[in-house]
């Protein structure tokens, strides 16, 4: 079980088969009392998952509808120092042959939804409000990426990718660099001389044009892995360093301020906290500029607010941003071949929850997708998309 990652959302909307269930559950390890009463709850989640199986594939064998329940009747089988881990709920993706589990740093309501594809939405401001970013401590002896969250960060391995000024250097012309000098043969080596390699004191104007390429080559190694990323990069580094980077920099998310001075001095855990107070902020700016474009551009053409009309334009890839109502939901069909709408008001058990289904075809397009409170949006209004065209 690891904590949920940008990569692992793309897995979930890119699964679909004859029955995928998703399970979501709070959790409260600070409590005893509610670590006890945590299987309880689990457990009923797994009968109304058993409930929701029949309704939709009514025809089943129980045999296998206990087989795609298995895993999570192993969490059932965890002792209490499972529900003491630090983490607030808890996700659970269950289809044929196929299982994820994921702690979530962030409170879910319980809910249950078995369909054809995974139901995604409590996932989204995981994703933006509770943003991932991109941390990169940088000095001339060290280079590190870091993949973090407001509660994680992990290193990532990216051999492509210089780790120091010093491994720079090294193809440079040697004798710009070393010096060689005659020395007192080695005991035992009669008469023999042995080679002393140092380095020289590099020119201000040389040091300068070393950390360019050096940033230089850091970028490029960069940009093999953040190639298709949309998440903020930030620096640890010093600020001279910063500004160097910032003129070799081609990745277009890298964030405006650093985590200034030298990282080598600093635990991760300090560096992590550093990077999560500067980024925070942007996160939720960048959804009320959103949803100030959607205001001036409401009536002109470019903002939707009829569900029918947006999941058919997210599904054409032309939603470029979307907005959905916390805790609302619309159930109905989609016609992926006549791009028609039909909205259910009735619950059949084959329709698609239809603001999920908007949600997977934005992201699955490249576009953004914000949870907002219902006072953000106009009255009434479960769904919102600002277009490209």
Same mark, same amino acid.
């Given at each position: 079980m690891s904590p949920l990652r940008k990569e692992d959302v793309r897995e979930l909307i890119d699964h679909t088969g004859d029955i995928c269930v998703s399970i979501y559950m709070p959790t409260q390890p600070a409590h005893l009392e509610q670590q006890r009463a945590e299987p309880i709850r689990l457990r009923?989640?797994?009968?109304?998952?058993?409930? $929701?199986?029949?309704?939709?594939?009514?025809?089943?064998?129980h045999p296998d509808v206990e087989r795609l329940l298995q895993p999570a009747h192993q969490i059932l089988a965890q002792n209490e120092e499972f529900w003491r881990e630090p983490a607030t709920g808890l996700a659970l993706f269950l289809g044929t042959d196929f299982s994820r589990i994921y702690r979530l740093p962030r409170e879910v309501e319980p809910l249950v939804m078995v369909n054809g594809r995974f139901y995604i939405r409590p996932l989204l401001p995981l994703l933006v409000e509770?943003?991932?970013?991109?941390?990169?401590?940088?000095? &001339?002896? $060290?280079?590190?990426?870091?993949?973090?969250?407001?509660?994680?960060?992990?290193?990532?391995?990216?051999?492509?990718?210089?780790?120091?000024?010093? &491994?720079?250097?090294?193809?440079?012309?040697?004798?710009?660099?070393?010096?060689?000098?005659?020395?007192?043969?080695?005991?035992?080596?009669?008469?023999?001389?042995?080679?002393?390699?140092?380095?020289?004191?590099?020119?201000?104007?040389?040091?300068?044009?070393?950390?360019?390429?050096?940033?230089? &080559?850091?970028?490029?190694?960069?940009?093999?892995? =953040?190639?298709?990323?949309?998440?903020?990069?930030? =620096?640890?580094?010093?600020?001279?360093?910063?500004?160097?980077? &910032? $003129?070799?920099?081609?990745?277009?998310?890298?964030?405006?301020?650093?985590?200034?001075?030298?990282?080598?001095?600093?635990?991760?855990s300090a560096l992590h906290e550093a990077a999560w107070n500067l980024v925070q902020p942007s996160f939720r700016q960048a959804q009320q500029e959103a949803l100030v474009r959607f205001g001036n551009l409401l009536g002109q053409g470019r903002a939707l607010t009829d569900v029918k009309r947006i999941v058919a334009a997210a599904f054409q890839g032309q939603v470029d941003t979307l907005f959905t109502a916390v805790n609302a939901q619309q159930r109905g069909f989609f016609n992926q071949s006549t791009c028609e709408v039909f909205l259910d008001e009735y619950d059949v058990p084959k329709s698609e929850e239809l603001l999920n289904l908007a949600a997977v075809y934005t992201l699955s397009n490249g576009g953004m997708v914000y949870t907002c409170q219902p006072e953000d949006l106009p009255e009434g209004i479960k769904l919102a998309a600002l277009l490209r065209f």
């Open positions: 009923n989640l797994i009968d109304e998952a058993r409930v $929701q199986i029949a309704r939709f594939t009514p025809f089943l064998r509770y943003g991932r970013f991109y941390l990169l401590t940088f000095s &001339q002896k $060290q280079v590190r990426l870091f993949r973090a969250s407001k509660s994680s960060m992990e290193e990532l391995d990216l051999p492509d990718m210089p780790t120091s000024l010093d &491994q720079v250097l090294a193809y440079d012309d040697p004798e710009k660099q070393l010096q060689f000098h005659g020395a007192a043969g080695a005991p035992g080596a009669a008469g023999g001389r042995s080679a002393i390699f140092y380095s020289v004191d590099i020119p201000t104007n040389y040091k300068k044009e070393s950390l360019r390429r050096f940033s230089q &080559q850091v970028d490029v190694g960069l940009q093999k892995y =953040l190639r298709h990323e949309t998440m903020p990069l930030v =620096l640890a580094c010093v600020d001279y360093l910063f500004a160097i980077y &910032q $003129q070799a920099n081609s990745y277009p998310h890298l964030f405006p301020i650093n985590v200034a001075g030298s990282p080598d001095r600093r635990s991760e």
